[in-house]
């Protein structure tokens, strides 16, 4: 079975804090991204990135940037936490050009105070 | 631009009747459609993908293009079927990017 591995499950951090969000995943996925899951909004974009160092902005991108120095990890980072950042953060990796199945991590929820 | 519209936040129904999940979706090429499940406390998974034309727990759909609609039907819900529901949209090509919609949430009532 893939497994995409969110490093915590709940994070409370600080207004202005930068907080780091990872990913792991152990199936040698091509595609990762990152999405913010609200009530009510869905899930929104926010970065994607197709190969190692590469990275595309998401819909949502702002107040976020993303790293990806190995395949298998891609780190979600917020520079300066604000509450309106208080989210679920999902994770999520694919084959490249295997689009029609992303398979998610369980999910990290922040809360920024 | 893309986009996927799912009308209903919740959509509660009781066991045994049928049910259908609305989703609409605005693209001018040809679309890939999936629809994509979190049952409580699990992960979010794909349920189903149109290019499939597969029945997966009882739920099928079809993509009607002259509607542009993708709507999740199942004949006889089941109360294991409440969950939280996606529709999500690839517009193909280079773009690897899925965009969902805002999501249902089915309760089946006893």
Same mark, same amino acid.
């Given at each position: 079975?893939?497994?995409?591995?969110?490093?915590?499950?709940?994070?409370?951090?600080?207004?202005?804090?930068?907080?780091?969000?990872?990913?792991?995943?152990?199936?040698?996925?091509?595609?990762?991204?990152?999405?913010?899951?609200?009530?009510?909004?869905?899930?929104?974009?926010?970065?994607? *990135?197709?190969?190692?160092?590469?990275? @595309? /902005?998401?819909?949502?991108?702002? !107040?976020?940037?993303? =790293?990806?120095?190995?395949?298998?990890?891609?780190?979600?980072?917020?520079?300066?936490?604000?509450?309106?950042?208080?989210?679920?953060?999902?994770?999520? *990796?694919?084959?490249?050009?295997?689009? @029609? /199945?992303?398979?998610?991590?369980? !999910?990290?929820?922040? =809360?920024?105070? | 631009?893309?986009?996927?519209?799912?009308?209903?936040?919740?959509?509660?129904?009781?066991?045994?009747?049928?049910?259908?999940?609305?989703?609409?979706?605005?693209?001018?090429?040809?679309?890939?459609?999936?629809?994509?499940?979190?049952?409580?406390?699990?992960?979010?998974?794909?349920?189903?993908?149109?290019?499939?034309?597969?029945?997966?727990?009882?739920?099928?759909?079809?993509?009607?293009?002259?509607?542009?609609?993708?709507?999740?039907?199942?004949?006889?819900?089941?109360?294991?079927?409440?969950?939280?529901?996606?529709?999500?949209?690839?517009?193909?090509?280079?773009?690897?990017?899925?965009?969902?919609?805002?999501?249902?949430?089915?309760?089946?009532?006893?």
């Amino acid at each position: 079975d893939v497994k995409v591995t969110q490093s915590s499950r709940y994070l409370v951090k600080r207004t202005g804090e930068k907080v780091f969000l990872e990913c792991v995943q152990d199936m040698d996925h091509e595609n990762m991204f990152w999405y913010r899951q609200d009530p009510g909004l869905g899930l929104r974009l926010i970065y994607f *990135s197709y190969d190692v160092k590469m990275k @595309e /902005k998401g819909d949502i991108p702002e !107040g976020y940037s993303v =790293s990806r120095e190995k395949k298998e990890r891609f780190s979600l980072i917020l520079e300066s936490a604000s509450t309106n950042q208080t989210s679920m953060y999902l994770c999520a *990796s694919s084959f490249w050009r295997g689009l @029609e /199945k992303l398979f998610f991590g369980s !999910g990290t929820q922040l =809360s920024v105070l | 631009a893309q986009r996927v519209t799912q009308p209903e936040k919740l959509l509660s129904v009781f066991k045994g009747a049928p049910v259908e999940l609305k989703c609409n979706y605005s693209y001018s090429g040809s679309p890939e459609l999936f629809w994509y499940v979190q049952y409580s406390r699990q992960r979010l998974q794909l349920l189903l993908r149109h290019i499939s034309r597969e029945s997966i727990k009882g739920f099928t759909a079809d993509l009607n293009k002259g509607e542009t609609s993708f709507h999740l039907k199942k004949p006889f819900a089941q109360e294991e079927d409440s969950a939280m529901y996606y529709c999500a949209l690839n517009s193909g090509g280079s773009n690897y990017k899925l965009t969902f919609g805002k999501g249902t949430l089915l309760t089946v009532n006893p």
